[in-house]
């Protein structure tokens, strides 16, 4: 079977994009989220992006309190960087991301590529003159003294002016984490900590490198699967690669019949031809005849991977995620990180936190329904019963809105606490 001739209503789909990323469960029904539980989320999406914007909690804490509630982030941690519950580790895949150690080898193909034919920036530095030589003393000084990082080497240069202008240390830490010799093991005030991969990486792990094709279908599979639904092109919007390689494998699945096309009804009596992998169709047939619905209230990442595929959100729900937060502040049209709402199988609007840990205060900077949602009383009550949660989670415990579109909203939600 490759294709389906049946059109799928938008609700359907909707519900299982949104199932297929832990994004359904009803507010309150909860397990208490475990080690377990945290991990299988992320086992679920094949990764969570890292980022290092600090308004409320890292983005990649939010993803997984999205989904699970309030949680414990030191648990999170422990599964990446403790060595006695490590499963997790991080890596390259749509970005910098939290993986699971079982996916390992498929980092090992990338890691040979960028040793053995160094892209032009990294072949240029590696050209200098001394940065042989400093990777080799890098390299020495982990081995012999243990997982250090990039401030643990001293710097007598100029002041670097911009972010990605690191110090050369840096440059070599992130040459040998980038070929695989070096791994993260820990993280101090979001510093990373580097330390050799064979000190990091379990004796469990499995360290079989697959060929670059095997890699591609892995990650191509697992894409599809997470999205739940999509188009071709934006496979390559979840994975770490390149479009024609992506896209290479999708059509190879396709014939074979792993990979299933489909019909999905749109907006305008539209219909677009998506795909989805054949193990997800049985729960697209529970989305359709509403077994599976989505029941969720929940605030999300700008890095969620919800929006990893480019456009999907504007097709599927009529919303554009935006990050704002590199824009000069008068060009901004909602905040400086604005978080999407979801209130069951809909995008309804966003709004932009600002956390005040010393006081334990959350500031919403703005608040937006969309045009065309009614506030209902209802609405209110399940997006003030995740914004309760939400607090609960940064150790908030008073709220304060400065700007409400509508007002109502913002009075409706603070009439609540």
């Known amino acids: 079977m490759k294709s389906s001739s049946l059109t799928y209503p938008l609700s359907a789909v909707r519900a299982l994009a949104l199932y297929a990323q832990g994004l359904t469960t009803p507010n309150g029904s909860e397990l208490p989220p ?26 990649h804490y939010l993803v997984l309190w999205s989904r699970l509630g309030s ?35 498929y980092q090992m193909p990338a890691q040979r590529r960028r040793r053995e034919l160094p892209g032009k920036v990294s072949a240029h530095w590696l050209s200098e003159p001394g940065n042989a030589e400093l990777i080799k003393m890098v390299r020495q000084r982990i081995t012999s003294e243990g997982a250090l990082r990039a401030s643990d080497f001293e710097y007598d240069g100029p002041r670097r002016g911009s972010w990605w202008d690191w110090k050369p240390a840096k440059n070599a830490l992130e040459h040998l984490y980038a070929w695989g010799e070096l791994a993260i093991s820990d993280r101090l005030n979001f510093q990373r900590v580097y330390d050799l991969t064979q000190r990091v990486l379990p004796a469990w792990v499995d360290r079989t490198e697959p060929t670059p094709e095997q890699r591609d279908r892995y ?26 390689r992506a896209l290479s494998q999708v059509k190879t699945l396709l014939a074979e019949g792993t990979i299933l096309s489909i019909q999905v009804s749109v907006a305008d009596g539209m219909e677009q031809n998506m795909i989805i992998h054949r193990q997800n169709l049985p729960l697209l047939e529970q989305a359709t005849a509403g077994v599976i619905q989505a029941r969720r209230t929940t605030f999300l990442s ?30 901004r049209i909602w905040g400086y990180f604005c978080l999407p709402i979801l209130y069951k199988d809909r995008l309804i609007g966003r709004l932009d936190p600002r956390l005040d840990r010393n006081n334990k205060r959350l500031t919403l900077k703005s608040l937006y329904l969309d045009e065309g949602y009614e506030l209902s009383d209802e609405l209110v009550h399940s997006v003030a019963t995740a914004m309760a949660d939400f607090m609960a989670f940064h150790g908030a415990n008073e709220l304060l809105i400065e700007k409400s579109q509508p007002v109502e909203f913002g009075d409706g939600l603070l009439s609540t606490f």
């Open 34 to 59: 475990t080690m377990e539980s945290i991990y299988s989320q992320v086992e679920r999406l094949g990764g969570v992006q890292i980022d290092t914007l600090h308004v409320v909690q890292r983005s």
């Open 71 to 105: 949680y414990n982030p030191v648990d999170f941690n422990r599964l990446i960087y403790d060595s006695a519950h490590r499963r997790l580790f991080e890596g390259w895949q749509h970005a910098a991301t939290i993986i699971p150690l079982a996916d390992y080898r």
């Open 302 to 331: 700008p890095f969620d991977s919800l929006f990893w595929a480019r456009g999907r959100d504007q097709l599927l729900w009529g919303f554009r995620n935006m990050l704002e937060a590199y824009k000069p502040e008068p060009i």
């Open 219 to 244: 990650w191509v599979e697992l894409a599809v699967r997470a999205l739940g639904v999509c188009s071709p092109a934006q496979v390559a919007d979840y994975t770490y690669l390149p479009s024609g």
